[in-house]
């Protein structure tokens, strides 16, 4: 089993920055694909970004491409996500989650097994 617990959501203006992070107790850590995706109301769960196992390879949603950077330090066991020039449209749950797949192409939250809570992001403009 696989336990994701995510922190570092809140409140902030437009313009603003966020940083996520998710603290993973998973054996395999460093061998895992680790990929944030968030949800708003009334919407889908949308893909936001991965990152490899080496963290050599990332991906992005278009939506965070030049605003949001994913790394990991596999020495921790944890991911981050820094998100800047935030937007009103960024407010969602945000989602931390494991994969064995890898973090290139297209990304859908069922290609992940493993998830966690959500954390509250509110951009107000």
């Known amino acids: 089993q696989a336990q994701l617990l995510e922190s570092g ?3 902030v203006q437009a313009g603003g920055s966020l940083r996520l992070s998710c603290a993973a107790s998973i054996r395999t850590f460093s061998l ?3 990929g944030w995706f968030r949800q708003a109301p009334g919407k889908d769960r949308e893909f936001v970004a991965a990152i490899s196992a080496s963290g050599l390879t990332t991906n992005y949603a278009d939506s965070g491409k ?3 950077t994913i790394s990991r330090d596999n020495t921790k066991n944890t991911v981050y996500l820094q998100m800047n020039s935030l937007k009103p449209e960024d407010t969602a749950v945000y989602y931390c989650t494991a994969t064995s797949r890898s973090a290139s192409g297209d990304q859908y939250p069922s290609d992940y ?3 966690g809570q959500g954390t509250q992001v509110t951009v107000s403009s």
Do not use: C, D, S
């Open 9 to 11: 959501g809140g409140l």
């Open 113 to 115: 097994k493993y998830w």
């Open 66 to 68: 030049g605003r949001f």
């Open 32 to 34: 895992t694909t680790m």
